[in-house]
């Protein structure tokens, strides 16, 4: 079993090692055992249930009323691109069970550093409406793996209308 330890620079430790970055004797010491957890913004629905763990792990910290998520504030933290991934999130929680006087945390509770766009997001080489629908349904049903439902639900469609449009792009 491997540790796949990566540095500031996003470079696999074994990498490091093989440019003469890291001491290769360091690397067998700290080689144990290798965990591979994707990015948070590739683990939609555990945005959810980190942000509720922490929230209330702060509001208990700092002796607030137990706070809950609005709905819109859920659907801020899902789109939100997480480049800091787990901690992040749990410092944008705390700054906002902090700052927030109100029991239920909304949107605007939340402030991201930094520009929170996609580093792949969309551009369009032309605006013909077709093409760009097509993109866009391609890009979230890759998003969620192909699944129609979550697909529907990110972009405020039925079921039944993704499948209509999708048969329309033949995709």
Same mark, same amino acid.
């Given at each position: 079993?491997? $540790?796949?330890l990566?540095?500031?620079? =996003? !470079?696999?430790?074994?990498?490091m090692?093989?440019?003469?970055?890291f001491? *290769?004797?360091? !690397?067998? +010491?700290? =080689?144990?055992?290798?965990?591979?957890?994707?990015?948070? +913004? &590739?683990?939609?629905?555990? $945005?959810? #249930? %980190?942000?509720?763990?922490? %929230?209330?792990?702060?509001?208990?910290?700092?002796?607030?009323?137990?706070?809950? %998520?609005s709905?819109?504030?859920?659907? +801020?933290?899902?789109?939100?691109?997480?480049?800091?991934?787990?901690?992040?999130?749990?410092?944008?929680?705390?700054?906002?069970? $902090?700052?927030? @006087?109100? =029991?239920?945390?909304?949107?605007?509770?939340?402030?991201?550093?930094?520009?929170?766009? *996609?580093? =792949?997001?969309?551009?369009?080489?032309?605006?013909? %409406?077709?093409?760009i629908?097509?993109?866009?349904?391609?890009?979230?049903l890759?998003?969620? @793996?192909?699944n $129609?439902?979550?697909?529907?639900? &990110?972009?405020? #469609?039925?079921?039944?209308? #993704?499948? +209509?449009? !999708? *048969?329309?792009?033949?995709?």
């Amino acid at each position: 079993i491997n $540790i796949r330890l990566i540095c500031a620079s =996003n !470079m696999p430790l074994s990498e490091m090692v093989t440019s003469s970055d890291f001491r *290769q004797d360091l !690397m067998y +010491r700290i =080689n144990t055992v290798e965990i591979k957890l994707p990015p948070l +913004r &590739e683990r939609a629905d555990d $945005i959810i #249930l %980190l942000a509720e763990h922490f %929230l209330e792990i702060y509001c208990r910290k700092y002796t607030k009323v137990l706070k809950e %998520l609005s709905s819109a504030a859920h659907k +801020r933290l899902k789109k939100y691109y997480w480049p800091g991934n787990v901690r992040e999130l749990q410092h944008a929680i705390e700054r906002a069970v $902090i700052m927030s @006087d109100s =029991n239920k945390l909304q949107p605007e509770d939340f402030f991201f550093s930094g520009n929170s766009a *996609q580093p =792949n997001s969309l551009a369009f080489d032309s605006f013909n %409406l077709e093409e760009i629908e097509k993109t866009i349904i391609e890009k979230v049903l890759k998003k969620y @793996d192909g699944n $129609i439902s979550h697909t529907a639900d &990110e972009l405020g #469609l039925t079921r039944t209308s #993704l499948y +209509r449009r !999708m *048969q329309k792009h033949g995709l």
